[in-house]
């Protein structure tokens, strides 16, 4: 659906509306991948590929919206500007893991899809954070 301006919108679901409120009980409503790799991953390959995944499920280029006719998910106009994969160099990864995974999730303010790369001198972890609601397939 598109609204008088052309920004492209969609009802959330009843499942997206539960995903999204549960994180005002305590929940951080998003899901997590690691994956670990033995050498160094190319993190400007990444950011190509989040950004084809923005392009091919359009809810991951969404924010979610309150609203007290409905909520719904409206296109976000700041796409160029995400940055979808970011590099950590560490030599603490879990400790660093540990504080991103933890970290809320705005789902109006944050993309949906978000990819971190944890590196050490030898190795990656690359950490995939999506939200519920995005990645539930009833929303």
């Known amino acids: 659906m598109h609204?008088?301006?052309?920004?492209?919108?969609?009802?959330?679901?009843?499942?997206?509306?539960?995903?999204?409120?549960?994180r005002y009980v305590g929940c951080n409503h998003q899901i997590h991948c690691l994956l670990q790799f033995e050498r160094h991953l190319d993190e400007g390959l990444l950011r190509q590929a989040?950004?084809?995944?923005?392009?091919?499920?359009?809810?991951?280029?969404?924010?979610?919206?309150?609203?007290?006719?409905?909520?719904?998910?409206?296109?976000?106009?700041?796409?160029?500007?995400?940055?979808?994969?970011?590099?950590?160099?560490?030599?603490?990864?879990?400790?660093?893991?540990?504080?991103?995974?933890?970290?809320?999730?705005d789902s109006y303010r944050d993309p949906q899809l978000q990819m971190r790369i944890f590196r050490t001198p030898s190795e990656d972890l690359l950490c995939i954070k999506m939200t519920m609601p995005a990645a539930t397939p009833a929303g």
Do not use: K, M
Request: net charge negative.
């Open 50 to 105: 989040a950004r084809s995944l923005v392009e091919a499920e359009p809810v991951l280029g969404c924010r979610f919206v309150e609203d007290f006719r409905g909520p719904y998910w409206e296109q976000r106009d700041d796409l160029d500007e995400i940055e979808f994969c970011a590099v950590e160099e560490t030599r603490h990864v879990e400790r660093s893991l540990h504080a991103y995974v933890n970290r809320p999730v």
């Open 3 to 22: 609204d008088t301006q052309g920004t492209y919108r969609q009802s959330a679901s009843a499942s997206d509306w539960f995903n999204y409120a549960s």
